[in-house]
């Protein structure tokens, strides 16, 4: 059996008024947290980013017009 699957993400840190930190994902709009410290918006980042990607995975797809079907994509070995 193989192991969880890694995706890689790009954090990018701006300073930000009064000595906080600014964290966003580069790749994932809507990611973005702060910290006093680069560590603490990094945590804090990477649970924003958590949080996205259970919301973005519960919500239901917007159906407008056309024929739609599910699609699952298995990712590894």
Not at 34 to 59: F, H, K, M, P, W
Request: charged share 30%; hydrophobic share 40%.
């Amino acid at each position: 059996m193989s192991g969880p699957l890694t995706v890689s993400w790009t954090i990018a840190y701006d300073a930000v008024e009064d000595g906080w930190i600014m964290a966003r994902v580069v790749e994932k709009p809507g990611a973005m947290s702060q910290g006093r410290t680069r560590e603490e918006a990094r945590e804090n980042v990477r649970d924003a980013l958590r949080e996205l990607l259970i919301y973005e995975s519960s919500e239901p797809a917007e159906t407008g017009a056309g024929d739609f079907e599910p699609l699952e994509v298995k990712i590894g070995p």
